[in-house]
C-alpha cells in the first residue's frame, strides 16, 4: 500500500484557535483510494523547518501533500520553501497573472501587486485551477515521488483535490480500496463496546477498527480494504448487522449522524414535535437540535429555567416540590416537562436539572448527577444519571443523555416493548 504525508503550513495552526481539520478529510480521501496516511506534520511559518520537513517526507512517503501557506502575503511562504526544497527555481507564469488580474476584475478591482507572487510556479510543476481562490494548486513529480501542494482555506482545498489531484493519485494506488463506516454508541462506555464487539470484528482479516470515546458518544469505525467498492461494502455491511444486532439500542447511527440528526427524522417521520425545559445544560440541546436544517419542522420552543424561581414562573413547577425533593430531583424533572408540554402543546417535552459542578454536590447527589424528564402522550417519567467529567463535559452529555431518552422513547412507542437501562459508565 502507498504511503503518504501531509504537511500543514501555518503558524496559526500552532494556537489553540485553530485546528487543522484539512488532514482528517485528507486521510479518509486517500484510504478511499488505497494510499495510507502515515504521519502529519504541523509546521510554522518558518523556512529552515519547513524546508527540512518536505525534504524528510520525500525521503520516506510515496506522496507528499502540504496544504495552507499559497497567499500573497510575507508568511504565505509555501511555494518558494517547497522550491527550495526540490532545488528548483520559481518560474513565472504570464498566463496565471493574467487569469488573477481577471479575477479580480469580476469583483470590479484591481489586483494588488503582491498577489502577482501567486503567479510563480515551481519549475516542473503542473499548476492546479482554483476557481474559489486566487492561490493555484501545484503538482510536482519528483525522483518517483509526488509532491502536492494545496490551498489551506477548506472550500478551496476540497474541490481542488476531488478535481485535480484524486484522479492522478488512483493511478498511484495497488488497486486496492478503503470503505469506512462509523457507528455511533450511546449508553455505553468504550471498554464495554470493546468487550461485546470485540469477538466480531476480530475475524475479519481486512478490517481495521478504531474505537474514540468523544465527549458525547462512542464511535466505533470500522475501514474494509478490498479490491472493489462492492466488496469492501459487502464486507462492513455485514459486520455493521452483526456489531448492531449485539449492541442493540445503543447504537444511534450507522452512517456517522449525530444525535440531533437522528432525532430530528425520527420526529419527522412521526409528524410529531418537541420543546425542552433546560436547567443545567443552560440551553445547550436546543443549540444542537436548532443546528440541524428543517429543524423548525418539528422544534416547537425552549426554556432555560436555571432557578427555582423560574422553574415554577416559567413551568409551573410547585414550589413545595423544588422544597420537598430539590431543584435537582426525578420529582422536579418530571414537573418541568410536564408543565412545558402543556405549555407548548409539543407532543414530546424534555427537561433536564442537574448538578454540573465543579461545586454543589452532596454525598447523596454527588457533582454529575442529572434528572432527565420526559412527557408525552404515554404519561410522565424521569431517568436519573450521574456522568463523569469536568463542568463542560458534564453539560455536553447531560445533553446528549437527554436526547437519547427521547429517541429510546420513541423506539419503545414504535415497538409497544420495554425500554433499556441507560447508562454512561
Request: charged share 30%; aromatic share 4%.
Amino acid at each position: 500500500m502507498r504511503s503518504a504525508e501531509i504537511i500543514a503550513v501555518g503558524s496559526e495552526l500552532l494556537t489553540p484557535e485553530k485546528t487543522d481539520t484539512n488532514s482528517l478529510w485528507l486521510t479518509e480521501k486517500l484510504g478511499e483510494i488505497g494510499i495510507s496516511v502515515m504521519l502529519k506534520t504541523i509546521v510554522g511559518d518558518d523556512e529552515p523547518r519547513l524546508k527540512e520537513a518536505i525534504q524528510d517526507a520525500l525521503k520516506r512517503s510515496d506522496v507528499v501533500i502540504t496544504t495552507g501557506g499559497l497567499g500573497p502575503t510575507e508568511d504565505d511562504i509555501t511555494r518558494q520553501v517547497t522550491a527550495k526544497a526540490l532545488g528548483r527555481e520559481l518560474v513565472h507564469r504570464p498566463e496565471l497573472e493574467e487569469e488573477l488580474r481577471e479575477r479580480f476584475r469580476r469583483f470590479g478591482r484591481e489586483m494588488p501587486e503582491i498577489n502577482v507572487r501567486q503567479a510563480y510556479v515551481i519549475e516542473g510543476a503542473e499548476p492546479l485551477a482554483n476557481p474559489n481562490g486566487s492561490a493555484p494548486g501545484l503538482f510536482v513529480e519528483d525522483a518517483g515521488r509526488t509532491l502536492v501542494v494545496l490551498p489551506g482555506p477548506p472550500r478551496e482545498l476540497k474541490p481542488m483535490f476531488e478535481t485535480h489531484v484524486r484522479p492522478r493519485l488512483e493511478r498511484l494506488g495497488d488497486g486496492m480500496i478503503v470503505r469506512r463506516r462509523v457507528l455511533m454508541v450511546a449508553g455505553l462506555g468504550e471498554s464495554a463496546v470493546d468487550e461485546k464487539i470485540a469477538p466480531i470484528y476480530q475475524k475479519y482479516e481486512n478490517v481495521r477498527t478504531a474505537l474514540l470515546f468523544t465527549k458525547t458518544e462512542v464511535q466505533v469505525h470500522f475501514y474494509a480494504r478490498a479490491e472493489d467498492v462492492e466488496s469492501a461494502e459487502e464486507v462492513l455491511n455485514e459486520l455493521v448487522e452483526r456489531s448492531v444486532a449485539e449492541l442493540g439500542d445503543a447504537v444511534f447511527s450507522t452512517d456517522g449522524e449525530a444525535m440531533e440528526e437522528v432525532v430530528g427524522r425520527m420526529l419527522r417521520e412521526r409528524n410529531e414535535t418537541l420543546a425542552l425545559a433546560e436547567s443545567c445544560t443552560g440551553g445547550l440541546i436546543g443549540r444542537r437540535v436548532t443546528e440541524v436544517a428543517g429543524s423548525s419542522d418539528y422544534f416547537l420552543e425552549g426554556a432555560i429555567t436555571y432557578s427555582n424561581a423560574a422553574k415554577t414562573r416559567v413551568l409551573g413547577v410547585p414550589a413545595e416540590t423544588i422544597e420537598a425533593h430539590g431543584a435537582v430531583s426525578a420529582e422536579t424533572a418530571e414537573a418541568m416537562a410536564a408543565g412545558m408540554r402543556e405549555r407548548s402543546g409539543a407532543d414530546h417535552a424534555v427537561s433536564v436539572t442537574g448538578i454540573a459542578g465543579p461545586g454543589g454536590g452532596t454525598e447523596e447527589k454527588p457533582v454529575g448527577t442529572v434528572f432527565i424528564g420526559i412527557a408525552n402522550a404515554g404519561g410522565v417519567r424521569s431517568v436519573r444519571i450521574v456522568l463523569p467529567g469536568d463542568r463542560y463535559i458534564i453539560r455536553w452529555r447531560a445533553s446528549q443523555a437527554a436526547l437519547d431518552v427521547l429517541r429510546r422513547s420513541l423506539l419503545r412507542a414504535d415497538r409497544a416493548s420495554g425500554g433499556r437501562d441507560y447508562s454512561l459508565t
